[in-house]
């Protein structure tokens, strides 16, 4: 799998939107891009994945790059439960999950 | 839907004992991971299967970590002799083939 390379931390004010960036710059043409997140004691949740266009889910929109080697995610209004660890993850088949650090985003009141 | 059940939640054992984690899948569901979370090295996959048979077993740690699926709705993975260092979160995640994964709440391990 590609790797990816994600800031180790961001803050958001509640009820603000929250953009997480992801660098995937070896990322294969067959290869999406996969978002989880992680709440405190928890097992990790899918958010949302996307090839080359953008996706929108009832959690999350996924903007990718024209040519593929970044992506952001968005939480358009984040509330203090959307703290959490977020993996952006590159794979070319849903099996094949490989997490890295992450970005520990800390919602704020 | 009940969603990944594992037990048990929470394992404390001393060193040199046997541990068997267990996982239940969604039902439907085809495919079948075992996940490892540590500080140190974060969340890595330890094996998976597809239609209960075990596909890729490259980061089972050592001879020591074992994992079976008898059937669609039950996989364990034992550990013995375990050691210290074997203390962690293990998570078990199951999916469609090449679709979403969903992971249960995970058991945490604890080998003193």
């Known amino acids: 799998d590609a790797k990816t390379t994600q800031p180790t931390s961001m803050d958001c004010a509640e009820g603000r939107a929250a953009n997480l960036p992801c660098n995937h710059s070896?990322?294969?043409?067959?290869?999406?891009v996969y978002w989880y997140r992680q709440i405190h004691s928890q097992g990790p949740q899918y958010i949302i994945h996307?090839?080359?266009n953008n996706e929108t889910n009832e959690m999350a929109s996924l903007i990718i790059t024209e040519d593929r080697k970044s992506s952001t995610l968005i939480l358009p209004h984040a509330t203090l439960r959307d703290t959490a660890v977020y993996y952006c993850i590159v794979s070319n088949a849903g099996n094949m999950l490989t997490f890295g650090g992450g970005t520990r985003l800390m919602v704020k009141p | 839907d009940a969603g990944v059940i594992q037990s048990p939640r929470h394992e404390v054992t001393e060193m040199g004992q046997e541990v068997t984690l267990r996982c239940k899948p969604i039902?439907?569901?085809?495919?079948l991971f075992w996940y490892r979370q540590t500080m140190m090295r974060g969340l890595e996959l330890l094996i998976y299967?597809?239609?209960?048979?075990?596909?890729?077993d490259s980061g089972m740690p050592e001879d020591r970590f074992s994992a079976k699926m008898p059937n669609a709705s039950f996989s364990t993975l034992k550990i013995q002799p375990s050691e210290p260092r074997d203390s962690a979160v293990y998570f078990c995640?199951?999916?469609?083939?090449?679709?979403?994964?969903?992971f249960g709440p995970g058991t945490r391990l604890t080998v003193l």
């Open positions: 070896t990322i294969s043409g067959n290869e999406y």
């Open positions: 039902s439907g569901h085809n495919s």
């Open positions: 299967f597809n239609n209960n048979v075990p596909i890729d």
């Open positions: 995640a199951s999916s469609l083939v090449e679709d979403t994964q969903y």
């Open positions: 996307g090839l080359k």
